[in-house]
């Protein structure tokens, strides 16, 4: 068993924990109700302090039962998550697509200095040859470790950073 399958499995052994525990264990015995929410509990001590506090403000909408009231927290938890996972999954979807621009971007770029760099070396060749001299590049010793660079079509200049669009196109 992976080392992730084994975190897994314990993670979902202490869910189960949390869920049944408290039932094996008879925590809400001799309640009226025995898992009320927070906000029940914190009525009931309110009103058992000073019974005569009146709230600031009421609900908008009181549901007829407590199972609907459950229903409504549910649907309202299962539509924040919703939100929530929405909102991860554009934010992974736009890293992942900028990563692979980047990847793309850079393999363009290396293409458009190599591009420059022969159209530079061509320059200075044909320069060298206008005043008679000897072009630098014909001077280069050739051998290992040293490789010409390649011509790249439509490659009409250096790579400007943050500029995307291909060179030799308009």
């Given at each position: 068993?992976?080392?992730?399958?084994?975190?897994?499995?314990?993670?979902l052994?202490?869910?189960?924990?949390?869920?049944?525990?408290?039932?094996a264990?008879?925590l809400?015995?001799g309640?009226?109700?025995?898992?009320?929410?927070?906000?029940?509990?914190?009525?009931?001590?309110?009103?058992?302090?000073?019974?005569d506090?009146?709230p600031?403000?009421?609900?908008?909408?009181?549901?007829?039962?407590?199972?609907?009231?459950?229903?409504?927290?549910a649907?309202?938890?299962?539509?924040?998550?919703?939100?929530?996972?929405?909102?991860?999954?554009?934010?992974r979807?736009?890293?992942?697509?900028?990563?692979?621009?980047?990847?793309?971007?850079?393999?363009?770029?290396?293409?458009?200095?190599?591009?420059?760099?022969?159209?530079?070396?061509?320059?200075?060749?044909?320069?060298?040859?206008?005043?008679?001299?000897?072009?630098?590049?014909?001077?280069?010793?050739e051998?290992?470790?040293?490789?010409?660079?390649?011509?790249?079509?439509?490659?009409?200049?250096?790579?400007?950073a943050?500029d995307?669009?291909?060179?030799?196109?308009?």
């Amino acid at each position: 068993m992976s080392r992730n399958a084994k975190i897994n499995t314990l993670l979902l052994v202490l869910v189960a924990a949390l869920a049944v525990l408290p039932l094996a264990l008879g925590l809400g015995e001799g309640k009226e109700e025995p898992f009320a929410g927070a906000d029940a509990q914190a009525e009931a001590a309110i009103t058992e302090l000073k019974p005569d506090y009146e709230p600031w403000f009421a609900p908008l909408y009181e549901p007829p039962s407590g199972e609907i009231e459950s229903a409504l927290f549910a649907l309202q938890a299962a539509l924040g998550a919703g939100v929530l996972a929405y909102y991860f999954g554009v934010r992974r979807g736009r890293r992942q697509g900028r990563e692979e621009g980047l990847r793309e971007g850079r393999a363009w770029s290396r293409a458009a200095v190599v591009a420059a760099a022969t159209a530079l070396d061509e320059a200075e060749a044909k320069t060298a040859a206008h005043r008679g001299a000897a072009p630098a590049a014909a001077a280069a010793p050739e051998g290992p470790g040293t490789t010409a660079a390649p011509e790249v079509p439509g490659a009409a200049g250096p790579a400007v950073a943050g500029d995307d669009a291909p060179r030799g196109e308009s």
